[in-house]
């Protein structure tokens, strides 16, 4: 069990998401709720979805 703890750290340790900031988490909620705008609700979809 510790072998696979280990490589789960290793692998989350070596990609972007260890490198997080909190400017980075605002920007992906901002997108997400630019999406959920566009999909969700219909509002400018040709226009929110390349935006977000």
Known sequence: ????LNALF???SQSG???LS???LVMIGVASI???LAIG????????????
């Open 34 to 36: 630019l999406l959920y």
């Open 1 to 4: 069990m510790e072998i696979y």
């Open 41 to 52: 609700k219909g509002f400018e979809p040709l226009l929110l979805v390349p935006i977000s």
């Open 17 to 19: 998401f260890a490198g």
């Open 10 to 12: 290793g692998i989350f």
């Open 22 to 24: 909190w400017g980075n």
